[in-house]
Structures are given as C-alpha cells and as structure tokens.
C-alpha cells in the first residue's frame, strides 16, 4: 500500500453556517457537492477537491467534550495490501464505500486514539471488500 496525499480533514461543529461562511470568506473554499451521509454537514472545496468537510453536532452537554477535528484522512492505492499489513497486526479497522461514491474508507485508529481513514478507489478494493 502506498499513501499518495493527505485527502481532507473532517470537523465536528455545533455552528455549520458560520463555518462555511468562514472557510468560503476568510479561506476562499466554496461549498460543493456532498454524499448523502445522513446528517448534517457541508464540504469545502479548492478547486475540484473537498479539502474540509464540516459536520454538524449538536454542542456538547460535557464541556470537556472537544467538537473540533474529528479525522484526518489520506488517499492511498494497494487496500489489499493495507488490508493484510492490519490483519497480520491484528488491528481494528472498520471498511465502509462513501454513499453515491466510488471510493471505499479504512478506518482505523493509532495508538492515542486518533481516527484516520484511508481512501481507496472503489476498484481497488471491489476483488477483496466486503
């Protein structure tokens, strides 16, 4: 498996519209289109990239709850590889395909608990996954 670039960061707000009025006004993102996850939230993008994705959380009732990044994901080719390396390693993951995309996500966590995901294209995966 080879990791070719950071692909976006993912961030938890209690504030959507401020949000993207701030990444449009003060970063020159524009909002662009998103999967229908589900829930709420809105992809930022430069150029044909959706570099920030923006998710809508209700403000946290513990205050000590951080609703800032959420993940950081990296796109990458070999998912079979990938997928052997975290078997032998016996680490958790969790594969899920983006709704309405062709690219399957790894999520996996490192050792201070932070969530990555690594995205492959849906080929890729398609002869190992599900």
Do not use: C
Not at 26 to 40: N, S
Not at 75 to 97: C, H, I, P, W, Y
């Amino acid at each position: 498996m080879r990791i070719e670039r950071l692909d976006h960061l993912n961030i938890r707000t209690g504030q959507l519209g401020a949000m993207i009025a701030w990444y449009r006004d003060i970063l020159g993102l524009r909002e662009g289109p998103r999967p229908d996850f589900g829930f709420a939230g809105a992809w930022m993008y430069a150029g044909n990239v959706a570099v920030v994705h923006l998710v809508e959380t209700p403000p946290p009732k513990d205050p000590g709850v951080d609703l800032k990044l959420e993940h950081g994901a990296f796109r990458a080719n070999g998912f079979a590889t990938l997928m052997d390396r975290l078997k032998r390693a016996q680490e958790r993951s969790e594969v899920s395909a983006v709704p309405g995309l062709p690219i399957v996500q790894v999520n996996l966590w490192d050792p201070d608990g932070n969530h990555l995901h690594i995205d492959f294209d849906a080929e890729d995966a398609a002869p190992h996954w599900p």
